[in-house]
């Protein structure tokens, strides 16, 4: 511990020497290799300080789908982009795959929890959902897990059959394909595939023993080894991860570090954007008012404002600008200016939080062993390799069609943790497990060794809404995310649980002696153990979001009174203004948010290229 921490006191030391803007330089590595890798990693754009009063176009927020536009818009020489983000840069520590938990209470998060649950979640602190969003610049792909998960063909099948033409899988595929550049040897030159583009996927360097008994195992209930990316996505994987040599890869380093010298393109940080300004004669958008260093600004755009500050924080600032439900805007005194189901159909994946298996080996070893010893940091900063490079010890995901009435469009997922997380305190206190309840059921497993799996339902009929407390940009939505509310959600839940305990019982789980933990959870004792009562206790009571919140600004035509965006991703009744993120989703996807988060910022920056550029307005 000792060492460890004079480790890091040299390594905060010889960080501050070197000044850059594209990362915090707070943890940089001790050896002169290293240096130079992790000072590649930090050439990212600066703040910019000048003051100027227009622009062309206003992008508020750089995740994911901020970095893309930021990007892309700027290679037209003759606009002029401004790129608002209310946090600031990562640190280079928050590359090490690793690492991510680590950074849920920091100013890296928004930290947003859900509303106190009337009858759920009493398994959780304050009976309340965390609700991560990064906060920075890359969004949350600063914070994120990494997986790379496109969704399936059938998902935006279905979008565009609930009316929006041009988001069919055909269609997509294309800037699936734009946005890669696969690392995977053997995926490089698949029909799938791509390289080239803005965003590296690779395999985490490190796999453990037990992650190839996952994969025997699936083999041995009928689950083929597959590229969930591919044709078929039902079956097990190794997972496809954003990193590259064992870093992650951020949506900023993938698209704003080429940006550090482009003149047209401008990036201010902990500026946190208050207001879309909209003349409310015309409904035209024209400008934000945005706060930086307690100053209020005002820039006008002279093309379009776009929304890309997220699932949660675009509806908040569309209602908070007067685009919202009449009824909700006029309680809190907020002139309507456009009468929008906005903050309505909020959807995520939830998963069951305490699944364990103990195991007669130790195959892999517990978080804390890993974190505490130097030789994994050394390994991973010399030779870019070792058990730091795994996205916490999850390895292997499986894709199960659990219904079997859609073959080929799973239903449940399921990420298999090499070492199991929660029966540690530090991980049950951070995932908001309550303390009290964990030290009467898990506390007892701590040093046991365990494997842990998440198993979640893919796309859940439960919707949730966020709506405003107040008109302060400061004060947080109020995010209800009403999760298990429709009785199917929670019978494929309980059917993927099921799963999961059939596959321990495989000979490959088997040999290294699997046996489900089934000690009655306390606030489910007076269920019969294995019962689908039980399960139903279990579930409701301890489950957790798995971040992928979208829906809340939905995709649509004019027609579908629950729309708030075009296909194109204008707001209906609104001039000037988009929101381009994972909000516009119709309905979520049977994958991980990212990828196609990329993916409609690619899209969207066509339709804007196409609008202005094109000799005819379309
Ligand atoms: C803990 C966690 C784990 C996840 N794991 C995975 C995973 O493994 N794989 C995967 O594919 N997806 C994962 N996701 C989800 C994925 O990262 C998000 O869905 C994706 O980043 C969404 O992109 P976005 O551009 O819509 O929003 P975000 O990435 O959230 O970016 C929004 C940006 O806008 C900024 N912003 C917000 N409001 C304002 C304002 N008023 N003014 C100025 N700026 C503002 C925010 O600070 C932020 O930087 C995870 C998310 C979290 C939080
Ligand atoms: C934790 O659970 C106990 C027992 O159910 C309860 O009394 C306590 O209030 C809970 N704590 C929190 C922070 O929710
Ligand atoms: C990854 O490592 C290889 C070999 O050291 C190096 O050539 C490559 O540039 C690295 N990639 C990135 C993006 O840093
Ligand atoms: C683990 O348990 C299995 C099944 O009972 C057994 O075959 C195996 O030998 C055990 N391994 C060890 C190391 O005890
Ligand atoms: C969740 O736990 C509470 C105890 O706090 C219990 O009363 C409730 O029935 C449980 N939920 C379900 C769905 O069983």
Same mark, same amino acid.
């Given at each position: 511990?000792?060492?460890?921490?004079?480790?890091?006191?040299?390594?905060?030391?010889?960080?501050?020497?070197?000044?850059?803007?594209?990362?915090?330089?707070?943890?940089?590595?001790?050896?002169?290799?290293?240096?130079?890798?992790?000072?590649?990693? !930090? %050439?990212? #754009?600066?703040?910019?300080?000048? @003051?100027?009063? &227009?622009?062309?176009?206003?992008?508020?927020? +750089?995740? $994911?789908?901020?970095?893309?536009?930021?990007?892309?818009?700027?290679?037209?020489?003759?606009?002029?982009?401004?790129?608002?983000?209310?946090?600031?840069?990562?640190?280079?520590?928050?590359?090490?795959?690793?690492?991510?938990?680590?950074?849920?209470?920091?100013?890296?998060?928004?930290?947003?929890?859900?509303?106190?649950?009337?009858?759920?979640?009493?398994?959780?602190?304050?009976?309340?959902?965390?609700?991560?969003?990064?906060?920075?610049?890359?969004?949350?792909?600063?914070?994120?897990?990494?997986?790379?998960?496109?969704?399936?063909?059938?998902?935006?099948?279905?979008?565009?059959?609930?009316?929006?033409?041009?988001?069919?899988?055909?269609?997509?595929?294309?800037?699936?394909?734009?946005?890669?550049? !696969? %690392?995977? #040897?053997?995926?490089?030159?698949? @029909?799938?595939? &791509?390289?080239?583009?803005?965003?590296?996927? +690779?395999? $985490?360097?490190?796999?453990?023993?037990?992650?190839?008994?996952?994969?025997?195992?699936?083999?041995?209930?009928?689950?083929?080894?597959?590229?969930?990316?591919?044709?078929?996505?039902?079956?097990?994987?190794?997972?496809?991860?954003?990193?590259?040599?064992?870093?992650?890869?951020?949506?900023?380093?993938?698209?704003?570090?080429?940006?550090?010298?482009?003149?047209?393109?401008?990036?201010?940080?902990?500026?946190?954007?208050?207001?879309?300004?909209?003349?409310?004669?015309?409904?035209?958008?024209?400008?934000?008012?945005?706060?930086?260093?307690?100053?209020?600004?005002?820039?006008?755009?002279?093309?379009?404002?776009?929304?890309?500050?997220?699932?949660?924080?675009?509806?908040?600032?569309?209602?908070?600008?007067?685009?919202? #439900?009449?009824?909700?805007?006029? @309680?809190?005194?907020?002139?309507?200016?456009?009468?929008?189901?906005?903050?309505?159909?909020?959807?995520?994946?939830?998963?069951?939080?305490?699944?364990?298996?103990?195991?007669?080996?130790?195959?892999?070893?517990?978080?804390?062993?890993?974190?505490?010893?130097?030789?994994?940091?050394?390994?991973?900063?010399?030779?870019?390799?070792?058990?730091?490079?795994?996205?916490?010890?999850?390895?292997?995901?499986?894709?199960?069609?659990?219904?079997?009435?859609?073959?080929?469009?799973?239903?449940?997922?399921?990420?298999?943790?090499?070492?199991?997380?929660?029966?540690?305190?530090?991980?049950?206190?951070?995932?908001?497990?309550?303390?009290?309840?964990?030290?009467?059921?898990?506390?007892?497993?701590?040093?046991?060794?365990?494997?842990?799996?998440?198993?979640?339902?893919?796309?859940?009929?439960?919707?949730?809404?966020?709506?405003?407390?107040?008109?302060?940009?400061?004060?947080?939505?109020?995010?209800?995310?009403?999760?298990?509310?429709?009785?199917?959600?929670?019978?494929?839940?309980?059917?993927?649980?099921?799963?999961?305990?059939?596959?321990?019982?495989?000979?490959?789980?088997?040999?290294?002696?699997?046996?489900?933990?089934?000690?009655?959870?306390?606030?489910?004792?007076?269920?019969?153990?294995?019962?689908?009562?039980?399960?139903?206790?279990?579930?409701?009571?301890?489950?957790?979001?798995?971040?992928?919140?979208?829906?809340?600004?939905?995709?649509?035509?004019?027609?579908?009174?629950?729309?708030?965006?075009?296909?194109?991703?204008?707001?209906?009744?609104?001039?000037?203004?988009?929101?381009?993120?994972?909000?516009?989703?119709?309905?979520?996807?049977?994958?991980?948010?990212?990828?196609?988060?990329?993916?409609?910022?690619?899209?969207?920056?066509?339709?804007?290229?196409?609008?202005?550029?094109?000799?005819?307005?379309?």
């Amino acid at each position: 511990m000792l060492v460890r921490s004079a480790l890091l006191t040299i390594a905060v030391t010889v960080g501050l020497l070197e000044c850059t803007c594209g990362q915090n330089p707070v943890f940089n590595p001790i050896f002169p290799v290293v240096l130079e890798r992790e000072r590649s990693s !930090m %050439q990212g #754009p600066c703040d910019d300080n000048s @003051e100027q009063d &227009s622009y062309d176009f206003i992008i508020v927020g +750089s995740g $994911p789908a901020g970095s893309v536009l930021a990007n892309r818009l700027s290679e037209v020489e003759d606009w002029e982009i401004l790129l608002l983000e209310a946090g600031s840069d990562g640190t280079v520590i928050m590359n090490i795959p690793y690492l991510i938990g680590q950074f849920q209470s920091t100013d890296a998060n928004w930290q947003y929890k859900t509303i106190p649950s009337e009858s759920k979640f009493s398994g959780l602190n304050g009976r309340q959902m965390d609700y991560p969003r990064g906060r920075g610049v890359g969004g949350s792909t600063l914070i994120n897990y990494m997986f790379y998960v496109r969704g399936n063909s059938r998902d935006y099948d279905n979008w565009e059959e609930m009316g929006n033409p041009g988001w069919g899988y055909d269609d997509v595929l294309p800037y699936f394909k734009k946005i890669e550049d !696969m %690392q995977i #040897p053997v995926l490089r030159d698949d @029909e799938f595939h &791509s390289t080239g583009g803005n965003v590296k996927v +690779s395999y $985490p360097p490190y796999r453990s023993k037990i992650s190839d008994i996952f994969l025997q195992a699936g083999l041995e209930t009928g689950s083929p080894e597959v590229d969930y990316n591919g044709k078929h996505q039902t079956g097990s994987a190794r997972i496809q991860t954003t990193t590259v040599n064992g870093s992650r890869w951020t949506a900023s380093r993938g698209y704003l570090y080429s940006l550090r010298d482009r003149h047209n393109f401008h990036l201010k940080k902990r500026a946190l954007v208050k207001k879309v300004l909209i003349n409310e004669n015309t409904n035209t958008a024209y400008g934000v008012i945005y706060t930086k260093n307690g100053k209020d600004y005002t820039v006008r755009a002279r093309k379009e404002v776009i929304l890309c500050a997220g699932a949660i924080n675009s509806p908040q600032l569309l209602m908070l600008s007067g685009v919202g #439900p009449k009824d909700h805007l006029e @309680e809190l005194n907020i002139q309507v200016i456009k009468d929008l189901k906005v903050g309505y159909n909020l959807m995520d994946h939830v998963a069951f939080a305490t699944l364990m298996f103990t195991v007669n080996v130790s195959k892999f070893p517990s978080p804390m062993k890993v974190i505490g010893d130097q030789r994994n940091f050394f390994n991973y900063y010399v030779y870019n390799n070792g058990p730091m490079t795994s996205q916490l010890g999850s390895e292997i995901v499986s894709y199960h069609d659990i219904r079997n009435n859609t073959p080929g469009w799973p239903d449940i997922e399921v990420i298999y943790f090499s070492a199991a997380l929660l029966n540690n305190p530090q991980y049950a206190n951070a995932f908001g497990l309550n303390m009290s309840l964990y030290a009467d059921h898990i506390a007892s497993i701590q040093e046991t060794p365990a494997y842990q799996v998440f198993p979640f339902q893919m796309r859940p009929k439960s919707r949730g809404r966020i709506t405003l407390k107040d008109s302060d940009i400061n004060t947080p939505p109020l995010i209800n995310p009403n999760a298990f509310s429709e009785e199917e959600d929670i019978q494929i839940q309980i059917a993927g649980i099921r799963k999961m305990i059939e596959i321990s019982r495989t000979p490959a789980l088997q040999s290294i002696g699997a046996t489900l933990y089934d000690k009655p959870l306390p606030l489910c004792e007076d269920y019969e153990y294995d019962s689908d009562d039980y399960w139903r206790c279990a579930l409701l009571n301890f489950s957790i979001s798995v971040s992928h919140q979208c829906g809340t600004c939905k995709m649509g035509p004019e027609s579908d009174e629950t729309a708030v965006v075009s296909s194109r991703l204008k707001v209906h009744g609104v001039h000037n203004l988009r929101v381009v993120d994972a909000s516009i989703f119709p309905q979520i996807i049977s994958g991980h948010l990212q990828a196609p988060t990329y993916m409609i910022a690619e899209k969207a920056a066509d339709f804007i290229k196409e609008d202005y550029l094109k000799p005819h307005h379309l």
